[in-house]
């Protein structure tokens, strides 16, 4: 049997400003489970930078200084795994790999293993900073390339 | 440069690009001495985090169309609205309004009405976009049509009339498709299949069946009888970019980039604060603080190394002990 809606007691529309907007939840509304977990900032009660500190790294237990596993919160494929391969080029580093543990769940862990030379977070550190030299370089390259293409194209049309 | 100082054999010329063609609409170009993970990831960031507006939320004054009211508001959102200059927008969620405002939000609104016998078409050109919002070319509808009008809304009978007032919202695509700045993203590499990533399905001859890529002209080809490399890796990426007509397709690789160095930054700043990496519930100590007779222990987590990992929650099989490394590694781990 076709479901039937039921009929309430809103005769007319609710205005635009009383609906919630849609796909962007309240900041009360977030995920209760990862606000309790990660929000609080380690509770440490400095609520002096609330927003945007929310700490999205986190060790997972069992790590010792060159070996750690890292738990990446709202990341996934486009960071891991370029991380994993920078890191990876790190001759400090013995080990690296990287996985998304649950496909529901929007978290990515990294696990990081290094010679005596240097630590784990510090090789983690390192493959970050790497990463957006990396970028730098691409971006730079790209943009270079974009100016000599339409300059290029500018003095054939001439 | 840091990385370049490392053995990368041919990556060690460094990363390079070359644009084989470029419009307003697609850009066409070459990324070479990358690795694959990276090239990936530029493509993954372009399509899924650079943020565009969108229409995200529509009230209905009127609509007596033949489509239902749900059906238009999807549609709505499809429509590109300029995304240029984003920049000094601020997600609505972000905003400090709490809701929507001048600053976060662009309002369009449509009022039309059948009156001829002629078939009334509505087209995205017909919204008349309010002037309260970051700039004055945020959120206009992208036309590009030789007649002007934009794409085609709804069409109206005589007597039908569509009222809308629609808001248009900063987002990326990773939360919905609509916040895309691409309409197509090509990413091909090796077109000879020299490293065999593809396994060609064939009824005889897959070399007669499949048609090569027009990149294929721009590798050698695989000499006869030539041994398999097992070292070898894919090193030339060919993109082609094509854009929605909300951000120039040249502006919408600049800015996946800095998407993704903007989140990379964000990461080095909170790994910064040393303290927070390891505040976190249960977390275990700062592994660089720690003594060197230190146990890894807290809250009853067993260490990963101690108990052959069948104790952990976290730990336990699933370190990378308990993983074979060729899987991770190797090329098969991208998606
Ligand atoms: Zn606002």
């Not at chain 1, 986190?58 to 596993?69: E, F, K, N, Q, V």
């Not at chain 2, 070319?137 to 005589?158: A, F, S």
Request: a negative charge; hydrophobic letters at 35%; aromatic letters at 8%.
């Amino acid at each position: 049997m076709p479901s039937r809606t039921k009929k309430t007691e809103q005769p007319e529309d609710a205005s635009m400003e009383d609906v919630p907007t849609s796909a962007q939840p309240d900041q009360e509304t977030g995920d209760a489970m990862q606000e309790d977990e990660f929000a609080e900032n380690g509770g440490s009660g400095n609520g002096e930078e609330e927003e945007d500190t929310v700490q999205r790294v986190r060790i997972l237990p069992g790590s010792s200084p060159t070996a750690a596993s890292f738990e990446f919160l709202e990341e996934g494929h486009t960071l891991g795994n370029a991380l994993r391969y920078i890191i990876m080029k790190n001759p400090d580093v013995e080990f690296c790999a990287y996985s998304i543990p649950h496909p529901s769940e929007a978290k990515m862990n990294i696990r990081i293993q290094t010679y005596d030379t240097t630590t784990a977070t510090a090789a983690l550190a390192k493959g970050l900073k790497d990463l957006e030299d990396l970028c730098d370089v691409v971006a730079d390259k790209f943009w270079t390339e974009r100016n000599r293409f339409t300059e290029a194209g500018r003095m054939e049309s001439d | 440069m840091d990385y370049d100082a490392m053995d990368m054999d041919t990556e060690a010329l460094g990363p390079a690009v070359k644009i084989s063609e470029a419009d307003s609409t697609h850009v066409n170009f070459e990324l070479s001495n990358v690795d694959l993970s990276f090239a990936n990831s530029l493509r993954r960031i372009i399509q899924a985090e650079v943020p565009t507006v969108a229409i995200d939320l529509v009230e209905f004054m009127a609509n007596t169309s033949v489509l239902a009211d749900e059906f238009i508001a999807h549609r709505l959102g499809l429509i590109p609205l300029d995304s240029r200059n984003i920049k000094d927008m601020p997600m609505a969620r972000d905003c400090d309004c709490g809701g929507h405002c001048d600053k976060c939000t662009v309002i369009l609104t449509l009022h039309a009405k059948c009156l001829g016998d002629e078939i009334m078409n509505v087209h995205a050109s017909d919204f008349s976009v309010s002037s309260a919002r970051p700039n004055q070319t945020v959120g206009n509808p992208i036309i590009t049509d030789p007649e002007g009008l934009g794409p085609l809304i709804c069409k109206l009978r005589k007597g039908q009339e569509l009222h809308i007032e629609c808001m248009a919202k900063k987002g990326i695509a990773k939360e919905h498709a609509k916040w895309m700045p691409t309409s197509a993203v090509g990413f091909e590499y090796d077109p000879h299949n020299k490293l065999h990533h593809l396994d060609l399905w064939y009824e005889t001859d897959a070399e007669a069946e499949w048609p090569k890529s027009k990149y294929a002209d721009w590798e050698d080809p695989p000499q006869e009888g030539e041994p398999f490399d097992y070292d070898a890796v894919p090193n030339r990426f060919y993109f082609e970019v094509e854009s929605a007509g909300n951000i120039d397709p040249d502006a919408i690789i600049q800015l996946g980039i800095s998407e993704l160095q903007q989140k990379l930054a964000k990461l080095i700043t909170g790994l910064g604060e040393k303290s927070n990496i390891d505040d976190q519930y249960d977390g275990p100590q700062s592994p660089g603080a720690m003594d060197d007779g230190a146990m890894y222990q807290n809250d009853g987590y067993q260490t990963a190394y101690g108990n052959g990992g069948a104790q952990s929650a976290w730990g336990g099989g699933a370190t990378a002990y308990g993983t074979t490394p060729y899987g991770n590694s190797g090329q098969g781990g991208w998606s």
